[in-house]
């Protein structure tokens, strides 16, 4: 995470409501008030937090903070996301109790289902109640969880896939499981927030391509759901 105050708290809170038992922290050097944000889950135990400055590592940082954290020893599952990726059920289900029926499967991949802006100029106070437009169609890159066994060594951890799982062992789950990508989430946070990291590998993103991507996700989103934001606004376990 870098610079993720608008987000971290109701991103933290959406965690623990689908049944996470701890969540991992990688700050990447924030600059705002994020860290100072995730306190009170610290003093409380159920997230611990790491700091990797080197900018444009991530794998690299998976797998450092995987051992770090001791991640093989202490959890069954782990599910990989950024802060502007939420997952779901969707059935009622809290998404803990859905993997412990997962016996058969050591992987579960998901597509993105890429959400717009839903027209907000300023960052909404709630991505899940505020922001309800999406692409009708998956997007191609997918997320996954997966167990903990799987990676042995550096590399292992993927930004968008994990190694060593048997074929036979590994289930696409967009039937039962959703993960919403708030990635253009107001025009606010994508020209003052997103725009100052740079990519995943690389720094310096292109301003006219940005700005044409930030079009592109508004313009495919044409299919309203309100999944996450219903169940929000019912107080219901997701």
Not at 43 to 57: I, P, S
Not at 70 to 89: M, N, P, Q
């Amino acid at each position: 995470m870098k610079n993720e105050s608008h987000l971290i708290e109701e991103w933290l809170d959406h965690c623990f409501s689908i049944g996470a038992d701890r969540v991992f922290l990688i700050d990447n050097g924030s600059t705002d008030n994020t860290v100072e944000k995730v306190q009170p889950w610290l003093r409380e135990g159920r997230v611990e937090l790491v700091t990797y400055v080197d900018q444009h590592q991530q794998q690299r940082h998976y797998w450092n903070a995987f051992s770090h954290f001791g991640i093989r020893t202490r959890c069954d599952w782990l599910a990989i996301a950024d802060i502007d990726e939420f997952w779901v059920c969707k059935s009622d289900e809290t998404l803990a109790s859905y993997l412990d029926k997962q016996t058969g499967y050591d992987a579960l991949y998901v597509n993105w289902s890429m959400f717009g802006s839903s027209g907000f100029d300023a960052q909404p106070k709630s991505v899940r109640e505020s922001l309800v437009m999406k692409s009708p169609k998956l997007a191609r890159q997918t997320k996954c969880i997966f167990r903990t066994f799987l990676p042995v060594r550096e590399n292992d951890i993927e930004v968008h896939n994990i190694r060593n799982a048997r074929p036979w062992r590994v289930k696409l789950a967009n039937d039962e499981v959703q993960l919403n990508h708030y990635a253009a989430q107001s025009r606010e946070f994508w020209f003052n927030v997103k725009l100052t990291r740079g990519d995943v590998f690389y720094s310096a993103p292109d301003m006219v391509e940005m700005t044409s991507r930030f079009d592109r996700i508004n313009a495919d989103a044409t299919v309203t759901c309100t999944l996450l934001r219903d169940r929000v606004l019912a107080g219901t376990r997701t």
